[in-house]
């Protein structure tokens, strides 16, 4: 489940032959020069991972801070990196913290909620979001909701990483949201995640995110006329034109519709035309999202974002983190393959109907 594959690229794969840019020594933002591939593009083909401790939103505690102490980080990745060694350990230790503490649920080998706080630049961060609280801004007309007491103090920070503890919480906080996805009745009621018609979170985006569970991996492929991006996830594929116009109608594809330029070393991609339910922070309708990929060394893709509305805030907002190299490629996500949710959550859904049905009701 940790790996995915290329499947339905050949029209764009198919003539990269010659897009393989000579590769350049790393060195620090200011002074790396992105190496240019066949077609003189910055060159960002390969394969990257997002997968961080870091979330999306900062939890309260951090207040205004950016940034994490060096004892915070210490504490945040030692209990993370204690919890791998419990899982690692044979089964009669294990289950001293190291799997999941929910019975019947993933242990750790399936699971990929990174070992690591997100840094930009060097600098560990509380959150991927850069607004001052770390926290979407409020829709026009809402208050903010005020920080909590001490909040942004080192004892504060030092408690919410103890808190998290056991991490588990805290990599879920602003990543994942995951609720009852309809009803029982059909397979076409339940939740296309669930489906396995495209992934749950917003691996793919825009904007990009890891999920903090798994497959937070993707495969970049550049063409001279687009960009594609093979998302880990549920095998989506984000299909990005190269110097084109937004379309003029008001058809909503997966993922948005994307536009791309190059600037310099940076790939700026312009998505609108969200579908409802690909909303981002309860909008949709004339959301716009403008991303940024910048080769800022050997093994490193700074990623920016930008959200905007003007229904909904009065100003953009966004925030930001880095790519790294994925040690290995991507294989195919095989969502169906030997899956049997969907036929036991129907199954058990009707047995639950007849049970209450029956005259003594089920007993």
């Known amino acids: 489940m940790r790996r995915s594959t290329i499947c339905g690229l050949a029209a764009l794969t198919c003539g990269l032959a010659m897009a393989v840019g000579a590769q350049a020594a790393d060195g620090q933002a200011g002074d790396y020069h992105a190496p240019r591939n066949g077609y003189g593009q910055p060159d960002f083909g390969g394969s990257w991972t997002n997968t961080t401790l870091t979330p999306q939103m900062r939890p309260a505690l951090y207040g205004t801070r950016r940034a994490q102490t060096p004892e915070e980080v210490r504490l945040l990745e030692g209990a993370v990196a204690a ?43 509380t959150s991927l979001l850069t607004t001052a609280d770390g926290q979407p801004p409020p829709h026009r007309g809402e208050a903010a909701k005020p920080l909590p007491a001490g909040a942004g103090s080192v004892e504060a920070g030092r408690a919410a990483v103890k808190q998290a503890g056991e991490f588990d919480q805290f990599a879920a906080q602003g990543n994942v949201a995951i609720g009852r996805m309809g009803s ?25 995110f890891p999920n903090g569970w798994y497959n937070n991996n993707y495969l970049i492929v550049q063409g001279k006329d687009e960009v594609g991006i093979v998302v880990e996830m549920n095998h989506d594929v984000r299909h990005i034109r190269l110097n084109a116009s937004h379309r003029t109608d008001d058809v909503r594809p997966w993922f948005g519709d994307s536009i791309g330029r190059y600037e310099g070393d940076t790939l700026v991609v312009e998505t609108d035309h969200f579908p409802q339910t690909q909303a981002y922070a309860g909008v949709w309708k004339d959301l716009k999202v403008t991303e940024r990929f910048t080769r800022v060394g050997k093994d490193r893709v700074l990623y920016r974002f930008t959200v905007e ?30 899956n049997h949710a969907l036929p036991g959550i129907l199954s058990g859904a009707r047995a639950e109907e007849r049970a209450a049905a029956s005259p003594a009701g089920g007993k």
């Open 83 to 125: 919890k791998d060694a419990a899982s690692a350990a044979p089964v009669n230790t294990a289950s001293a913290g190291g799997a999941s503490d929910n019975v019947g649920a993933y242990d750790r080998a399936w699971i990929d909620q990174g070992a690591k706080v997100m840094r930009v630049n060097g600098e560990p961060r």
């Open 184 to 208: 029982f009745d059909n397979p076409e009621s339940r939740g296309v995640g669930e489906r396995c018609i495209i992934g749950f979170g917003r691996n793919a985006g825009p904007p990009m």
């Open 309 to 338: 509305a003007p229904s909904t805030w009065d100003k953009p907002w966004g925030g930001e983190y880095e790519f790294a190299p994925l040690k290995g490629q991507l294989y195919e996500y095989a969502c169906h393959e030997g």
